[in-house]
């Protein structure tokens, strides 16, 4: 269904829920019209964390905006895929207006915002309750014992994790065989301690290099608990809507053989167009390439081994070999997301021992924990690295994985996400069109 707020034509959005079933008439129309509108190239767009929807479209409408002046004899298309995600409204978005992008001044945190209240009640239905009373705990921040405890089974509720044996909600990146996943050690451990390592890692990521003798606030260190509890749902999600959902209505697109599907991810948009490769029938060779750009998963994901593990491998090792073309990997340096934050996190969910000793964000984590979008894909023999500025002048590998160095362009952005949400340039735009080969 065409949208004409949005800054391409023609455009079709494919809504999906949380199981990862779609909307089947929006599926159906774009299935249909698609080859009717004559596309041979059809570029799909996944959002990461959103607010809401209109900000999602937005997200979609500037990163399509460049492509057809960059591609003008090409026969293009665009979809824009929509699923139930969020982004903590205090995250500024570069060039967004602040009224779209920011929720909360940062020195008003930890209180949450009714936009981020609002968008934990789309994302979590039915746990209005348990929203208020974390909001409010964030908002008094009572005594900093049995009150973060408390605030620690509520994340737990609204998130809906329990301890009960094994945890296969929170699915993680890597997997060693026969061992299954373990609870997520950042809600069942020690709320306190949790809390405190992210309050010191948040003051590392806004104020980098300073030396810093106050200790942890620890409300601060939980509102990001809740925020990386959050995430990891959405984490969760992004693989089930993947594989569920977009792999299996691009298999349907396959009975179109001239169009030729090129997927877009955006954070944990990019954990879900991989998932989705897993998720196509059989024989399916329509994907012609895949562009992860500041990719909220596992760097190892796609490893066969890992560095430090034998028995272990990647979730989705092997899968971009279902691509007919290359998977490319855009990261940044700047991306402190990523960079600080998500392999704290990483490694919070599935380890007990504490952090605090070997904090060392650019080695001791960063290796075993770090994501796609801060260093390109790892442990994946074969895998080339570039520059984005050597990418656009040089031809591509026609097949496996690319590492893109975008800090060029991906670099703005305030603490604690830094520049995670700087990717509509349109020197990424032209890398999409690069890798799938697009004239």
């Not at 990146?173 to 996943?181: K, R």
């Not at 396959?254 to 029938?281: C, I, N, Q």
């Not at 750009?293 to 028995?311: C, K, T």
């Not at 340039?425 to 004239?439: I, K, N, S």
Request: charged share 25%; proline share 7%; hydrophobic share 40%.
């Amino acid at each position: 269904m065409t949208d004409p707020a949005v800054s391409v034509t023609p455009y079709w959005e494919l809504t999906f829920d949380a199981d990862g079933d779609a909307d089947g008439r929006e599926r159906d129309r774009w299935i249909k019209e698609v080859p009717r509108r004559g596309v041979r190239d059809l570029i799909v767009f996944t959002h990461g964390w959103n607010s809401d929807r209109s900000g999602a479209t937005r997200l979609c409408s500037r990163f399509f905006e460049p492509l057809p002046e960059l591609a003008p004899a090409a026969h293009l298309g665009y979809v824009g895929v929509m699923w139930p995600s969020m982004r903590f409204s205090d995250e500024p978005i570069p060039d967004f207006p602040r009224s779209v992008a920011v929720d909360v001044a940062p020195e008003a945190r930890p209180a949450l915002g009714k936009n981020t209240r609002h968008a934990l009640l789309e994302v979590f239905p039915g746990r209005a309750t348990v929203v208020e009373q974390i909001a409010r705990l964030l908002e008094q921040q009572p005594d900093e014992g049995a009150s973060l405890e408390e605030f620690g089974r509520l994340v737990r509720l609204l998130v809906e994790v329990r301890p009960q044996g094994p945890q296969t909600s929170f699915a993680a990146d890597t997997l060693a065989a026969g061992v299954p996943e373990s609870d997520p050690e950042m809600l069942f451990g020690d709320t306190a301690t949790a809390c405190g390592e992210f309050a010191q890692a948040l003051a590392e990521a806004e104020n980098p290099g300073a030396a810093t003798f106050a200790l942890p606030r620890l409300w601060d260190g939980a509102h990001e608990l809740l925020r990386q509890a959050t995430y990891y749902a959405m984490k969760r999600r992004a693989g089930t809507v993947g594989e569920r959902g977009l792999g299996r209505a691009i298999g349907r697109l396959a009975a179109a053989p001239d169009v030729r599907v090129h997927l877009v991810g955006h954070s944990f948009g990019g954990r879900l167009v991989s998932f989705a490769l897993r998720g196509l029938p059989p024989g399916v060779r329509t994907v012609k390439s895949v562009t992860l750009l500041q990719g909220a998963f596992s760097h190892y994901a796609f490893a066969a081994r890992l560095p430090h593990d034998a028995r272990a491998s990647g979730v989705l090792d092997g899968q971009h070999n279902r691509i007919d073309g290359p998977l490319v990997c855009c990261y940044s340096r700047f991306d402190s997301a990523l960079g600080t934050i998500y392999p704290l996190a990483s490694r919070m969910a599935g380890d007990s021992r504490s952090v605090a000793a070997d904090f060392d964000l650019g080695r001791a984590l960063g290796a075993k924990w770090g994501a796609m979008g801060h260093d390109g894909v790892q442990a994946v023999p074969g895998t080339r690295t570039f520059t984005l500025a050597e990418a656009l002048r040089t031809r591509l590998p026609a097949s496996g994985c690319v590492n893109v160095d975008a800090g060029a362009v991906v670099r703005r952005g305030g603490a604690p996400s830094g520049a995670h949400s700087d990717i509509c340039h349109r020197e990424l735009a032209q890398l999409v069109l690069a890798a799938g080969r697009v004239r």
